[in-house]
């Protein structure tokens, strides 16, 4: 099975901040990584496919980068909206999930 | 619009059964695999499993294989999700979403708005 990693777990940043999230997968996955958005009681949502394609309709201060092993997902200038959990995923080899990064207030 | 609809909450006993559905409608049902993501009380995502629905073929999740049964009924664009005998470690928020891409670059492009299982005695 594929491992995925994320770090860190929990961050707090201030709305216009750039924000970084890693994610380490336990052996190479190509670019076959994926990025989702979750609000507390809402079911996730698609930001970023195959490492670096931007779903449509999410905006453009959300990007992600990387292969192999080591993936980011940055927000460029954090907004209100943008506080919520996010979780990498892998598409290598079925599906896992990351442990997730909680996006909270400063 | 494209979207997966699912059932009800569901307040079970231990060791009853259960199946909860996912309709899906918008799109060519039998076109994209169904799978279905656990998120238990306050934790992550785990993938369970999906479904193909032009032939309900399915692949599992070790952690999974053999706790649930995935299946559908692509005359009603239907997916299920299945226990034969729930336990406690059962309550947890279940959705479904739909699989898109291709070559692999496989991602979960829509998501049914969850239904919340409880299992308690």
């Known amino acids: 099975d594929i491992q995925m990693t994320q770090s860190p777990s929990s961050l707090s940043a201030s709305v216009g901040d750039r924000v970084t999230i890693t994610c380490r997968a336990s052996q190479s996955i190509s670019s076959y990584l994926n990025w989702y958005q979750q609000k507390p009681g809402k079911a996730p949502k698609l930001l970023i496919y195959a490492a670096s394609s931007l779903q449509s309709g999410v905006p453009s201060r959300f990007s992600g980068s990387g292969s192999g092993t080591d993936f980011t997902l940055t927000i460029s200038s954090l907004q209100p909206e943008d506080f919520a959990t996010y979780y990498c995923?892998?598409?290598?080899?079925?599906?896992?999930f990351g442990p997730g990064t909680k996006v909270d207030i400063k | 619009e494209v979207q997966l609809v699912q059932s009800g909450a569901e307040v079970k006993k231990p060791g009853e059964s259960l199946r909860i559905s996912c309709k899906g409608s918008?799109?060519?049902?039998?076109?994209?695999?169904i799978s279905w993501v656990r998120q238990m009380p306050g934790k992550g995502l785990e993938w369970m499993g999906r479904?193909?629905?032009?032939?309900?073929?399915?692949n599992y999740s070790p952690s999974f294989q053999g706790h649930v049964t995935i299946s559908a009924d692509k005359s009603i664009s239907t997916a299920y999700l299945q226990w034969s005998s729930l336990k406690a470690s059962d309550t947890a928020m279940y959705y479904c979403?739909?699989?898109?891409?291709?070559?692999?670059?496989?991602?979960?492009?829509?998501w049914g708005k969850g239904t919340t299982v409880t299992v308690s005695s």
């Open positions: 918008g799109y060519s049902f039998t076109s994209y695999w």
């Open positions: 479904i193909d629905p032009s032939d309900s073929y399915t």
């Open positions: 995923q892998q598409s290598y080899s079925t599906f896992t």
């Open positions: 979403a739909r699989q898109a891409g291709l070559n692999y670059y496989y991602y979960m492009d829509v």
